[in-house]
């Protein structure tokens, strides 16, 4: 049963929301736009904002009012609302949002993890301007509220909750009230969108600044809620000017459309690149078809499928004419084909068979010096000697890009612990992008693109209406046709992967891999017209 993670973010154009400063080093819809902050690096852009001289009280007193402001659009007028406040600054952010909902008219409870006597700094100050009485956890019963927020926790979290605010934790869960979430829910790691243990489950996160990784991968995605960004008073400049890079970002055409491959007007289809998809015999025959239907539609200028001779036929029926066919019996029949030098990317995998004769077409293609995909079948071949994959990349001197499944890239990687046991979905592709030297497609609801230097983009687009057959060869195809577009590598991964979950959303629940190449394109003029508004 695959679980249908409908990833609720507001489709919000993070410039509204983030309102970069005029000075800030990217345009409103640059790729600082679409960093995500590790819970230590948003310490750091909270300090730094304070060094430019915001004080600690203000971003807390405007972290505040964005949750009131979340709660007020969610309630109606004089409604009753619990505010379930922790020790530490997502209290205090709990103490502003109160006082404020308090003085909109709702009626109030707040209740405090520990002794309000054990608050510190800007929280206990937000406290002391709380005019209401605060009671402790075990005195409220959630169910009895219309909305709940929870404050508990958020950046700060160091452990599994227990105790009291365990128990509250469930029984906010269990009042099935809409609880909207301070930072992150409590009891989620904002690193890693995983709980170890007891977590809310919010219908709507408030969070500051910019995303973190946990807002995107799942479970905490699904946790999260709709995620709502709020602007208070951080800019790019305060925390990006200093010279930090962030590492990791929300997949968004900020991140590669720069990179689009441009064709001039007199451009020939072999300047348009040529792809070449290395398929099987009679067994598979529309996999690689829609690989190569895909490649054509996203640009490449000639796509050619090397069957086994047993399924030109079949082949050459299926059409469109505009995908070739040639067959090949052998490697060194591969190994001709590849030495053309126009062509200019290969994909391996669709219904490529596991047998010997499709293990020695992977090897040959592993010897090519041209850019490659390797899906479905030529993964799990690779996966026969993981120690081939090894720098990869650089052994081939051209750049890979590996699409695995979460079956997949355990066969491909489990037997290395480090990757193996990273903490995140995240650093798992990108230690697997450092070991192997390949751009890793970690596919999933919240599929993680990773380059080896430990850049990497989270995605958002999709849904699991693409958990369909064939869809992972379409998006192995518009890989490999921005690659043979001359798009590098991270980026067509990027591209490629944003583009066909906003296919996907665009056909909706239902849909067949076969329509996919074809819904591709409204998506793609949207983005080449260059209206930037309406993507999020
Ligand atoms: N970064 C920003 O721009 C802003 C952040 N704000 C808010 O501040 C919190 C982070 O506050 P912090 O005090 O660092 O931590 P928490 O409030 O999340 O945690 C409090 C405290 O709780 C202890 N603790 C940790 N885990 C547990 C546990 N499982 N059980 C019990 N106690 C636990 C630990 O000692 C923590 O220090 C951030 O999320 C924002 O909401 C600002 O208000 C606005 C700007
Ligand atoms: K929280």
Redesign the pocket.
């Known amino acids: 049963m695959i679980n249908s993670y409908a990833f609720a973010f507001k489709a919000i154009p993070l410039a509204r929301y983030c309102r970069l400063s005029d000075d800030d080093p990217m345009d409103s819809m640059g790729k600082m736009t679409v960093a995500l902050l590790t819970v230590d690096e948003?310490?750091a852009?909270?300090k730094a904002a304070i060094a430019a001289g915001v004080s600690g009280l203000t971003?807390?007193e405007r972290?505040g009012r964005a949750v009131a402001d979340a709660v007020t659009r969610r309630v109606r007028p004089g409604a009753s609302v619990l505010v379930l406040c922790?020790?530490?600054?997502?209290?205090?952010?709990g103490f502003v949002a109160a006082r404020i909902l308090s003085e909109r008219g709702l009626r109030i409870n707040v209740a405090l993890a520990g002794a309000r006597s054990a608050l510190k700094g800007d929280a206990a100050q937000m406290a002391r301007l709380w005019p209401g009485a605060v009671e402790t956890l075990d005195a409220v019963e959630p169910a009895a509220f219309d909305l709940i927020v929870d404050a508990l926790?958020?950046?700060?979290?160091?452990?599994?909750?227990?105790g009291d605010?365990a128990g509250i934790v469930a029984a906010v869960n269990a009042s099935d009230r809409p609880v909207i979430a301070?930072?992150?829910p409590s009891g989620l790691s904002g690193d890693t969108g995983v709980a170890a243990g007891p977590v809310v489950r919010a219908a709507e996160t408030v969070t500051?600044?910019r995303l973190k990784p946990g807002h995107l991968l799942q479970p905490g995605r699904s946790l999260c809620g709709v995620v709502t960004l709020a602007d208070?008073g951080?800019t790019a400049e305060m925390a990006f000017g200093g010279g930090h890079q962030p590492k990791a970002f929300r997949n968004h055409p900020a991140l590669w459309r720069d990179r689009w491959p441009v064709h001039g007007v007199d451009t020939h289809k072999y300047q348009r690149g040529s792809a070449l998809v290395v398929a099987g015999g009679l067994s598979g025959v529309g996999a690689p078809r829609l690989g190569a239907r895909a490649a054509l539609r996203v640009g490449a200028g000639l796509v050619t499928i090397a069957c086994h001779p047993e399924a030109l036929a079949a082949h050459a029926a299926r059409g469109p004419d505009a995908v070739m066919q040639r067959p090949i019996s052998d490697a060194p029949a591969l190994s001709a084909l590849l030495a053309d030098q126009r062509l200019s990317a290969v994909l391996a995998g669709p219904a490529l068979g596991l047998d010997a004769g499709a293990r020695d077409l992977v090897m040959t293609i592993l010897r090519a010096h041209i850019p490659a995909v390797f899906d479905a079948d030529a993964l799990t071949l690779l996966a026969v000697r993981p120690a081939s994959i090894l720098r990869l990349c650089e052994r081939r001197g051209a750049p890979c890009v590996l699409t695995p499944h979460e079956g997949e890239f355990a066969r491909l990687f489990g037997g290395q612990a480090a990757i193996r046991d990273a903490p995140s979905k995240l650093e798992r592709a990108r230690r697997a992008a450092a070991f192997s030297g390949c751009i890793i497609v970690l596919k999933g609801p919240d599929t993680v693109i990773a380059h080896p230097d430990g850049t990497a983009a989270i995605n958002t687009t999709g849904s699991a209406a693409l958990a369909t057959a064939g869809a992972g060869d379409v998006l192995g195809g518009l890989i490999a046709g921005l690659l043979a577009q001359g798009m590098p590598a991270f980026e067509a991964a990027c591209a490629a992967v944003w583009l066909h979950g906003r296919a996907g959303d665009a056909l909706g629940p239902g849909l067949i891999a076969d329509d996919l190449p074809e819904a591709i394109l409204p998506v793609m003029r949207s983005l080449t017209a260059g209206d930037a508004s309406d993507l999020s």
């Open positions: 948003m310490a852009a909270d971003l807390m972290a922790g020790p530490g600054n997502n209290g205090g952010d926790f958020g950046a700060g979290l160091s452990r599994p909750l227990a605010v301070v930072d992150v500051f600044f208070i951080i």
